[in-house]
């Protein structure tokens, strides 16, 4: 079992003393239901206490609770204390109060998102910069944010480049030009996450794990090659259907199925699947991504 590390409840009225003593219990459901009753019920002096359990709290459903119960109080009065936060020694602080920038949405917050918050080592707030970036970015600064996003295509597992490639797919076209410029790039797994994030740019619901294996197999061939494959296999598959086809005939018997009936197929002929090009096609039945987490 994960430490629950207590917070200070030695500010404040008997109220928020209970709260604190609520969100440090042992039971994460009841920490849960304590950070549900501070945003239901807002109250600036529930502020610290909340700011403090955000940088410690193991549980996922419950920092997400107290980002949501920081939200309900005025923007004023938190927004200063989460600057705060930005600083932490603790990367799980950081991470919480750019996730919580992010969920208030005030776009005063986006002159405090540092190229070294976009560029931490520490992939989850990373990740977490990535996002409240692409949240808080003003008008006409997506170019600039875009060209920053894509130094770190190639880094981390699949959960990180996943994360990087819904932010850059997320500030629209302008991320065109970077991830052109970035498929070029004589990194393998640079030029194959910067194809595989183009082919979700062009087709948000492509799944992200095809349009990886597809920027790969791009990056391997060249994209020459990987073309005139595509245009083979498009040719083969064209050719087969053709000979496929049952010719008309001449009229039916009483029992043989009328011209206006669908055709089964004949026995072995396997359905055609889509299969992803170069523009980004992808199979009917493309992957579903999970949420993203926090």
């Given at each position: 079992?994960?430490?629950?590390?207590?917070?200070n409840?030695?500010?404040?009225?008997?109220?928020?003393?209970?709260?604190?003593?609520?969100?440090?219990?042992?039971?994460?459901?009841?920490?849960?239901?304590?950070?549900?009753?501070?945003?239901?019920?807002?109250?600036?002096?529930?502020?610290?206490?909340?700011?403090?359990?955000?940088?410690?709290?193991?549980?996922?459903?419950v920092?997400?609770?107290?980002?949501?119960?920081?939200?309900?109080l005025?923007?004023?009065?938190?927004?200063?204390?989460i600057?705060?936060?930005?600083?932490?020694?603790?990367?799980?602080?950081?991470?919480?109060?750019?996730?919580?920038?992010?969920?208030?949405?005030?776009?005063?917050a986006?002159?405090?998102?540092?190229r070294?918050?976009?560029?931490?080592?520490?992939?989850?707030?990373?990740?977490?910069?990535?996002?409240?970036?692409?949240?808080?970015?003003?008008?006409?600064?997506?170019?600039?944010?875009?060209?920053?996003?894509?130094?770190?295509?190639?880094?981390g597992?699949?959960?990180?480049?996943?994360?990087?490639?819904?932010?850059?797919?997320?500030?629209?076209?302008?991320?065109?030009?970077?991830?052109?410029?970035?498929?070029?790039?004589?990194?393998?797994?640079?030029?194959?996450?910067?194809?595989?994030?183009?082919l979700l740019?062009?087709?948000?619901?492509?799944?992200?794990?095809?349009?990886?294996?597809?920027?790969?197999?791009?990056?391997?061939?060249?994209?020459?090659?990987?073309?005139?494959?595509?245009?083979?296999?498009?040719?083969?598959?064209?050719?087969?259907?053709?000979?496929?086809?049952?010719?008309?005939?001449g009229?039916?018997?009483?029992?043989?199925?009328?011209?206006?009936?669908?055709?089964?197929?004949?026995?072995?002929?396997?359905?055609?699947?889509?299969?992803?090009?170069?523009?980004?096609?992808?199979?009917?039945?493309?992957?579903?991504?999970?949420?993203?987490?926090?």
């Amino acid at each position: 079992m994960r430490e629950v590390v207590p917070i200070n409840t030695t500010n404040g009225t008997p109220q928020h003393t209970r709260v604190a003593k609520a969100l440090s219990a042992e039971d994460p459901s009841v920490r849960l239901q304590a950070a549900l009753a501070a945003g239901s019920h807002p109250d600036p002096g529930f502020l610290e206490t909340l700011v403090e359990r955000c940088a410690v709290e193991p549980d996922f459903f419950v920092r997400d609770m107290l980002s949501w119960a920081l939200t309900r109080l005025p923007p004023e009065i938190t927004l200063p204390r989460i600057r705060r936060e930005l600083d932490s020694e603790r990367a799980q602080a950081r991470s919480q109060a750019l996730h919580t920038l992010s969920k208030i949405g005030d776009k005063r917050a986006w002159a405090w998102i540092t190229r070294d918050m976009l560029r931490d080592a520490d992939d989850e707030v990373a990740r977490t910069a990535w996002r409240a970036a692409v949240v808080l970015v003003p008008e006409g600064e997506e170019k600039g944010l875009a060209d920053e996003l894509v130094r770190q295509l190639g880094r981390g597992d699949r959960t990180v480049q996943l994360s990087l490639s819904r932010a850059l797919v997320d500030l629209g076209d302008v991320t065109g030009p970077a991830l052109e410029k970035a498929a070029a790039n004589p990194d393998p797994a640079v030029a194959a996450h910067a194809r595989a994030t183009e082919l979700l740019r062009q087709n948000p619901e492509a799944g992200f794990d095809a349009a990886v294996e597809e920027a790969k197999r791009v990056v391997a061939l060249g994209p020459e090659r990987a073309a005139a494959a595509d245009d083979v296999a498009d040719a083969a598959a064209a050719a087969a259907s053709g000979a496929a086809e049952t010719p008309e005939t001449g009229p039916t018997s009483e029992t043989a199925p009328t011209s206006e009936t669908a055709r089964m197929p004949q026995a072995g002929q396997m359905p055609q699947t889509g299969r992803m090009s170069q523009t980004g096609r992808m199979s009917e039945t493309a992957r579903t991504e999970e949420a993203m987490d926090c």
